[in-house]
Structure formats: structure tokens, C-alpha cells
């Protein structure tokens, strides 16, 4: 008697599309150039005594230290022109960390096998890796410093460098995979556009000025 036919799902198995297998190896690819980038994942990493340092680069990019410092601009500033800039930089850097934590409880990638989950300040979510939230806020800050802050050519290239730095540090940190800091910077290129195109200003949000 003739053999019954496989279920659907077994025959896909066994014949996988073209895009599958490209999405697999590239899925592979990045999983195996991660963990060989990750030199400073631990104390005996190959470039483990440099560890403190990328730390010190991970706190610069976290998000807290630029929330609470934004905020004291604000509260401080006595310039109109100033309080039109920190307060469409506070309210992309409050929409980049709600936004950062919706697509991690959504995709629940985990963390590279091997990282330490020794990061500052977390939270729940922050077992997640996609997308890098360090790396979403870098090239939010770097396109807001470079479009509205006058600044010579030697700080703006640091600035660029900072930002850089700050995205590489996670795969050497072992925080991230490389699709996840890329994401990342793709996510906070995009988020700057947005508030720029909604841009707050004393015209358009009279009562979040008159707070101040």
C-alpha cells in the first residue's frame, strides 16, 4: 500500500526554504563572531584587564545617568533656548528606555551564554538582549549633540567616538550579540527622527515649558 503522506510541518523540516537556512546561518554566524569578539566577558577573557574600563564606558551609555542628568539640566537651566533642547532630549531618553524594554519582553532573546550578569543598575527585562539599549541610546545622543550643540570638529569626532565605543563595548562585554547592538543603533537613529518630527517647543507644548 502506498506510504501515507508526512504532516505539513515534517516536509517543511525536511525541505527548508532558501530564506530559512540563510536566516539560520546568519543567525550562526553572528552567534560565533559574538563570542569571539566577547574578549572582556571575564576576568580571564583575553583582554580581561581591561574589563574595568569597558564598565566604566558601560556606565557612560546607561540610561539612568542620562535621565537624572538631563532632568538637572532642566531644572537648573535659565535659558529658553536650553530648556528647548533638554526637554525633547528627557522625553526621547524616557520613550528610548520604554521602548528598548517593550521589544526585549517581546522577543526574549537571552543574554550570550557567556556574560556576567553583573550590569549596572537592571531590571527585569534586562535579562534580554535584543535590542542593546546602550547602543539605542548612543546614536540617540549623538545625533541630538551633533544637530543642536555648537561644537568644533575635534569634540564632534569624539563625540562620534563615543558613541562607538560605547556600542563595540557590549560585544566585548559579552552583553550582547552583534545583531543586537546593530538593532540597536538602527532603533535609536530612527527614535531621534521621530522627536525630531515632534518636536516640542514653547509654541507647540506651552505647559510643559511653563513647568519651568
Not at 40 to 46: D, L, N, V
Request: aromatic share 8%; glycine share 6%; charged share 15%.
Amino acid at each position: 500500500s502506498a506510504a501515507a503522506p508526512l504532516p505539513e510541518e515534517d516536509c517543511m523540516k525536511l525541505n527548508p526554504s532558501f530564506l530559512g537556512i540563510a536566516l539560520s546561518s546568519l543567525l550562526a554566524i553572528d552567534l560565533w563572531a559574538s563570542k569571539r569578539l566577547g574578549v572582556c566577558a571575564g576576568e580571564g577573557s583575553a583582554w580581561g584587564s581591561a574589563r574595568p574600563l569597558m564598565k566604566v564606558i558601560e556606565i557612560s551609555g546607561h540610561g539612568i545617568p542620562w535621565v537624572l542628568g538631563t532632568f538637572y539640566g532642566l531644572c537648573q537651566s535659565d535659558s529658553s533656548a536650553a530648556r528647548e533642547v533638554l526637554l525633547p532630549v528627557l522625553l526621547a531618553l524616557l520613550l528610548d528606555l520604554v521602548l528598548v524594554a517593550v521589544v526585549k519582553g517581546l522577543i526574549k532573546r537571552p543574554r550570550p551564554t557567556h556574560n556576567k550578569m553583573d550590569m549596572f543598575v537592571t531590571i527585569s527585562v534586562d535579562k534580554y538582549s535584543f535590542p542593546s539599549g546602550h547602543a539605542t541610546r548612543a546614536a540617540l545622543v549623538c545625533r541630538f549633540v551633533l544637530r543642536h550643540l555648537v561644537l568644533a570638529v575635534p569634540l564632534r569626532v569624539l563625540v562620534v567616538l563615543w558613541a562607538l565605543i560605547v556600542s563595540v563595548s557590549r560585544v566585548m562585554l559579552g552583553r550582547h550579540n552583534m545583531t543586537d547592538v546593530l538593532f540597536g543603533l538602527l532603533l535609536g537613529y530612527a527614535l531621534y527622527s521621530v522627536v525630531e518630527y515632534c518636536w516640542l517647543s514653547p509654541l507647540s507644548a506651552p505647559a510643559l515649558f511653563a513647568l519651568w
